[in-house]
């Protein structure tokens, strides 16, 4: 996803094969602007544009700036009305930059990109259950919270168990590697 910093544009992009979760949140946020599809290297992808200048700077106003990967700080707890929304949010957070797989033992693992403050945000939501490290040879405050077994399940079962919302595919693989675990 970018904000804008020179427009009142939002765009979100995800992986072709998942032009149908785009299509839902257009549908959604009543917005009548078209998908683009197109290449980035190897990357197949589609993209919706949110022309909205009230979206644009709510966005920003909670924390989702321009430029947000290397500066993304996770936001104050307060901003979720209901407790239990911060896992939606971390849901959301997860299928455009998370990774559910196997471990080397067969078992459910989960990774997670982003900067260190906003992994460290998560990290406070499931104290002892993911572990920080530093990713090697990429941008400089590109980090990763991972883990597998039974604190992957933990995570991974609070963040899809009895969800409604959520990026098909990656729901999908929660549900095999939960049944195979």
């Keep these: 996803g970018n904000v ?47 022309c909205n200048k009230h979206l644009k700077e709510r966005l920003i106003e909670l924390g989702c700036k321009p430029k947000k990967s290397l500066t993304l700080k996770f936001p104050d707890l307060s901003i979720f009305k209901d407790n239990d929304l911060v896992y939606a949010f971390i849901r959301g957070y997860v299928d455009g930059d998370g990774c559910l797989t196997f471990s080397r033992n067969g078992r459910l693992s989960i990774q997670i990109l982003g900067t260190k403050e906003f992994l460290e945000g998560i990290q406070a939501v499931f104290p002892g259950y993911l572990n920080l490290y530093k990713v090697k040879r990429l941008k400089s ?41």
């Design 141 to 181: 405050n590109t980090w990763t919270l991972n883990n597998c077994g039974n604190k992957a399940d933990y995570v991974a079962t609070k963040l899809y168990k009895e969800a409604k919302i959520y990026l098909e595919r990656k729901y999908n693989r929660f549900v095999v590697l939960c049944r195979s675990t």
């Design 4 to 50: 804008n910093s020179k427009s009142n544009s939002v765009t979100i992009s995800l992986a072709k094969k998942d032009y149908d979760h785009l299509r839902k949140f257009n549908t959604f946020i009543k917005n009548n602007g078209k998908t683009y599809e197109g290449n980035c290297g190897n990357y197949e992808h589609t993209t919706i544009s949110i």
